[in-house]
């Protein structure tokens, strides 16, 4: 037992010792392969690293020269530019010494010139003093001669040119003006209506008047505070007149006593309701002669307040012409005219029958009433255009539109057709004596007549004063006064006379 166990502690043991050999042979064989491996590695490191140098000095070096050709290229850009520098500076010292030269030369001929100058000045000063001397005048009075016959021929010039021009304007213009008013006038066939306003009511007898008036006068004071008006009894037979400025209040006034003396009673309650009724009356009436005008006229979708206007103006004369059937005249006519001539016809026939719209309200708005009738079209929203054919046809405004003038010709043949108006003794005796002052009121004019109611105005000048080219100026300066300070109906012709006569007697 002993012996296998000293046995196999030697067995183990040799193998310990066996192994360990074993092992250490394996760690040099490890150590020589890793030395092996290393150098190896280190080998082919050096190698590389040899390959990389070898590159970089290739790259540096081709950087290198591109480099150098780089500045090489900006080193011949730079003498190029060099050589421009001087190029251009040795031509800008060219141009300096040719300025140079050249300023020399102007100096030499500014004095040469003021030597001259000088010169010139001093036989200037000569000839005029030689001239003063011949002519017996000093330079101012020769000048102002010089003008004076420079001007009188420029009038004489600019006056011939003006009859020349209203000559050949006249031939081309005034057969043809004739012919298209002609035609419009033919289409439209209307009547003209010379009214006034009804101021008087008639009464059954002259007792009715003390009815009227009542107790103390307390039914004529009713009367006259509910209608607004004047209620005149005096001693006219069976009627009373009635006074008002405005027509729409007399109309009230009107229907109101008419039908107080058909029934026959008559006290303050009673009156103010007939006054009521009779001021419905009234309104019912304007409405309805508004609606008919723009049926008439054929003029459509009118604001209200407009409407009613027009219907105001059937109770509005103008000497003597209805200012309501004018209106619807002056529509057609505008609409015949704009025709004619190739204009708007809607806003022409708009214009037209808006023209006087003002006349139903100038008692209530200050102004012309061409300003306040185009005021209150602008209000109710019509068309600007139209506004200006409104303001416009009187001349408060330039007409802006062919439409413009077109209205105020219309409104100019209604009112001056014969028949259309009419005025009282005082007021046309008053209108002629105008004409005739305004006429006699320039110089040079020895006599004035008006003659065809006022239509034309005659003038005889002297002829020593006033020669056959001024004639024409005078008588556009006449013109001209009569429209800013008159006012009329139509137009006024203006005919200036000049006659020279030489008498002498045979013995």
């Not at 050096?46 to 990389?52: L, N, P, T, V």
């Not at 001021?279 to 009613?308: Q, S």
Request: with cysteine; charged share 35%; hydrophobic share 40%.
């Amino acid at each position: 037992m002993v012996l296998l166990a000293v046995l196999a502690l030697a067995a183990i043991i040799v193998g310990y010792i066996a192994g360990k050999k074993l092992a250490e042979t394996r760690l040099r064989a490890m150590a020589e392969e890793a030395q092996k491996e290393k150098e190896q590695i280190l080998k082919e490191a050096e190698g590389e690293a040899k390959r990389i140098i070898l590159e970089a000095k290739d790259e540096a070096l081709e950087l290198r020269r591109e480099v150098e050709r780089e500045i090489q290229q900006r080193r011949r850009e730079i003498e190029r530019q060099e050589e421009r520098l001087q190029r251009r500076q040795e031509h800008m010292e060219r141009r300096f010494e040719q300025l140079e030269r050249r300023e020399r030369t102007i100096s030499q001929r500014e004095q040469e010139l003021d030597t001259r100058f000088a010169e010139l000045s001093r036989l200037e000063e000569e000839r005029r003093a030689e001239l003063e001397r011949v002519a017996g005048m000093t330079a101012e009075e020769a000048r102002a001669e010089l003008l004076r016959m420079v001007e009188q021929e420029a009038r004489e010039d600019m006056a011939r040119l003006i009859r020349e021009i209203e000559e050949e304007a006249k031939r081309e213009a005034k057969d043809k003006a004739r012919e298209i008013i002609t035609l419009a006038i033919e289409r439209l066939a209307s009547e003209h209506v010379a009214e006034t306003t009804v101021t008087s009511v008639p009464l059954p007898s002259d007792d009715m008047k003390g009815r009227i008036i009542g107790r103390q006068g307390r039914n004529i004071r009713a009367i006259e505070n509910a209608t607004g008006v004047d209620i005149i009894v005096d001693d006219t037979p069976e009627a009373i007149t009635i006074s008002s400025y405005d027509p729409v209040r007399r109309e009230v006034a009107r229907r109101a006593l008419t039908k107080l003396v058909q029934d026959g009673r008559i006290h303050p309650a009673r009156i103010e309701k007939e006054v009521e009724k009779a001021r419905m009356e009234v309104e019912e009436v304007i409405l309805k002669a508004g609606e008919e005008a723009m049926l008439e006229t054929g003029v459509a979708n009118l604001h209200p307040d407009l409407v009613r206007l027009l219907g105001r103006l059937k109770f509005r004369t103008s000497y003597g012409q209805n200012q309501w059937a004018h209106a619807i005249e002056v529509a057609h006519l505008s609409a015949l005219l704009a025709a004619e001539l190739g204009a708007d016809v809607y806003t022409a026939k708009l214009g037209g029958l808006l023209h006087d719209i003002g006349k139903a309200v100038s008692h209530e708005m200050e102004g012309p009433h061409a300003l306040v009738g185009a005021e209150i079209a602008r209000r109710c929203g019509v068309p600007e255009k139209v506004v200006n054919c409104i303001a416009s046809h009187h001349g408060e405004e330039e007409p802006k539109s062919l439409e413009a003038i077109i209205v105020a010709t219309a409104d100019a043949i209604s009112g001056a057709r014969p028949g259309a108006r009419r005025e009282s003794l005082e007021s046309y005796i008053k209108r002629v004596t105008a004409l005739e002052e305004i006429a006699k009121s320039f110089p040079g004019v020895e006599e004035a007549y008006a003659i065809q109611a006022g239509r034309e105005v005659r003038i005889i000048v002297k002829p020593d004063q006033v020669d056959d080219l001024g004639v024409i100026e005078l008588s556009r300066e006449i013109a001209q006064k009569v429209e800013d300070n008159m006012e009329y109906p139509g137009q006024i012709k203006i005919t200036v006379i000049r006659e020279m006569r030489a008498t002498e007697y045979a013995k």
